[in-house]
């Protein structure tokens, strides 16, 4: 999952300029061994960027429905 995010990202950010750059040295992803996924987003970038990456992802059945956009830009898994 953790491969597919970055690729995924990569590919978005392909032809990006500017600030985002090719984005992903701007990114960390960390996944443990049961594939949880969390996705700290450099705050330098708009937020509507970060909520376009993840629609990105959730249209692309990557991230799981379960995770959320916290204010503090990182992807985690809500707890129900």
Do not use: Q, W
Not at 52 to 67: A, C, E, M, S, T
Request: glycine fraction near 4%; aromatic fraction near 14%.
């Amino acid at each position: 999952m953790n491969k597919e995010i970055i690729k995924l990202i990569n590919k978005h950010f392909a032809n990006a300029t500017g600030p985002i750059g090719n984005g992903i040295s701007n990114y960390t992803f960390l996944c443990d061994d049961k594939y949880f996924v969390k996705t700290s987003f450099d705050n330098r970038f708009p937020l509507f960027e970060n909520e376009k990456i993840f629609n990105l992802l959730y249209d692309k059945n990557i991230l799981p429905k379960h995770f959320v956009l916290e204010k503090n830009l990182v992807a985690s898994e809500k707890l129900i």
